[in-house]
């Protein structure tokens, strides 16, 4: 699974991308980032405060319940600030 | 149309280039978004804006097909601009042309506060105390609730 950070997650997590193997345990969205917060306490800093973090699955919008798979694009991002 | 772009836009050609061999067109709205010098109480002497390249197309053309389908516009166009911006330069147009105005205007509105609740870019200003990333605002989320029914996400 490709991942993508943006903005403050990204220099939280200390990257833009990551490729990652899904553990077969992983089935959606708050799964996803359960397991992520394990990873590093890089990670576990960024993904603290969910209420701040928005997912987008091949480039749409999801929600925590969102089903994940191997070949998808995540990008993890905060609240949106442009126009 | 949509355009995503690190470099600066001439609003009256663009204009132009929008009612050009329409003459149906009666009315042109249009918004401009600039880069401000104050963030809060501190003095922002530069903004960079970062987005997510792909998603931010995408979402903009949803957003400018909805505006389509909820006014009869003759054309729409939405330019953005990414990368290190100084204060007064400009970050975004949203312009939209119809035979009437109403048309016009809502649909002008409408975009600008879709696309800030929408569209994935992020601020980042660049100040005194350091550089920060601006946090979205609650009313910012409120101006987009005027427009429900929400667009699907």
């Known amino acids: 699974m490709k991942l993508l950070y943006f903005a403050w997650l990204r220099a939280r997590v200390g990257c833009a991308e990551e490729e ?12 996803l980032l359960d397991w992520l917060r394990g990873r590093s306490d890089r990670h576990a800093e960024a993904l603290r405060n969910l209420g701040l973090v928005r997912v987008a699955i091949n480039q749409d919008y999801v929600g925590l319940s969102h089903p994940v798979r191997e070949s998808d694009e995540v990008a993890l991002f905060p609240p949106v600030t442009g126009g | 149309m949509i355009r995503v772009q690190r470099e ?27 880069v401000r010098n104050m ?11 970062e987005h997510y390249p792909g998603m931010t197309e995408r979402k903009l ?13 003759d054309a729409a166009l939405i330019i953005h601009r990414h ?8 970050i975004v147009l949203v312009a939209t ?28 200003e ?3 105390a350091g ?8 009313e910012d989320d409120a101006a987009r609730e005027r427009w429900t029914p929400a667009l699907k996400v």
């Open chain 2, 126 to 128: 660049e100040t005194p």
């Open chain 1, 20 to 31: 990652v193997a899904l553990p077969p345990r992983v089935h959606d969205v708050a799964g």
């Open chain 2, 131 to 138: 550089e920060r990333w601006v946090e979205s605002r609650a």
């Open chain 2, 39 to 49: 963030g809060g109480s501190d003095r922002v002497s530069a903004l960079t804006l």
């Open chain 2, 83 to 90: 990368g290190r911006l100084k204060p007064g330069d400009r």
């Open chain 2, 8 to 34: 600066d836009f001439d609003v009256g050609a663009e204009l132009e280039r929008l009612t050009a061999g329409n003459p149906r067109i009666g009315a042109v709205a249009s918004f401009i978004g600039l």
């Open chain 2, 61 to 73: 053309a949803e957003i400018e097909a909805e505006a389509h389908s909820r006014w009869p516009l």
């Open chain 2, 97 to 124: 042309a119809s035979p009437h105005r109403e048309a016009a205007l809502a649909a002008c509105h409408f975009l600008i506060d879709w696309l800030k609740t929408e569209a994935p870019f992020w601020k980042s």
